[in-house]
Antibody, heavy 121, light 111 residues
């Protein structure tokens, strides 16, 4: 059974930093791209960042470029999202998602349960 | 404002069929065959229902089907059931700076 377990969410002040982790099991992690997708409660989905299976290529939404960094450790079966210079508009549930193939596309076949990030003073 | 345009809501009676549209541009839906659809029930994570325009993941009912014409993708649900009531999102690979774009979501009500 595929499982994705996010951790690291919480509350932070504007301008602060937070790091998210997503530990996976049930599939060969090193073969698949991973992404982070966020959702403001009650609103729609927004793709945030993606990373190729090898970790060699990373991609970001314009809204987070230069502030967020995605990375992965295939030996630990974990993907990370380091979020710096956080803004109120970054407040959302952050989902860790597995892609269907080795390079990020939009075929997210497995989702974590989500972790809430709140940016507020 | 979402990059892909979906109707805010659709409705149908049990056993009927409904179609949800998702309109993009020549830089996303119109160019790539990487279109996916997600179902989200309240308080739950989204679930992949269709990928690569028209493919169903294992375990997804064959009542769900996808298609694409030009810059518009569509999700059709036939034989509506009460448990189909949810919000549906489309997504597409894009050649813009943002690699993946989502639609704003469509609330399906089963009457």
């Amino acid at each position: 059974e595929v499982k994705l377990l996010e951790s690291g969410g919480g509350s932070v002040q504007p301008g602060g930093s937070l790091g998210l982790s997503c530990e996976v099991s049930g599939f060969t992690f090193a073969n698949y791209a991973m992404s982070w997708v966020r959702q403001v409660p009650g609103k729609g989905l927004e793709w945030v960042s993606g990373i190729s299976a090898s970790g060699g290529k990373t991609y970001y939404a314009d809204s987070v470029k230069g502030r967020f960094t995605i990375s992965r450790d295939n030996s630990k079966k974990t993907v990370y999202l380091q979020m710096n210079s956080l803004r109120a508009e970054d407040t959302a549930i952050y989902y860790c998602v597995k892609d269907h193939v080795w390079s990020p596309k939009c075929n997210f076949d497995s989702w974590g349960q989500g972790t809430l990030v709140t940016v507020s003073s | 404002q979402s990059a892909l345009t979906q109707p805010a809501s659709v409705s149908g009676s049990p056993a009927e069929s409904i179609t949800i549209s998702c309109t993009g541009t020549s830089g996303d839906i119109g160019y790539y065959d990487y279109v996916s659809w997600y179902q989200q029930h309240p308080g739950r994570a989204p679930k992949l229902m269709i990928y690569d325009v028209s493919n169903r993941p294992s375990g997804v009912s064959n009542r769900f089907s996808g298609s694409k014409s030009g810059n518009t993708a569509s999700l059709t649900i036939s034989g509506l059931q009460a448990e189909d009531e949810a919000v549906y999102y489309c997504a597409s690979y894009s050649n813009s700076n943002t690699l993946v774009v989502f639609g704003g979501g469509t609330k399906l009500t089963v009457l």
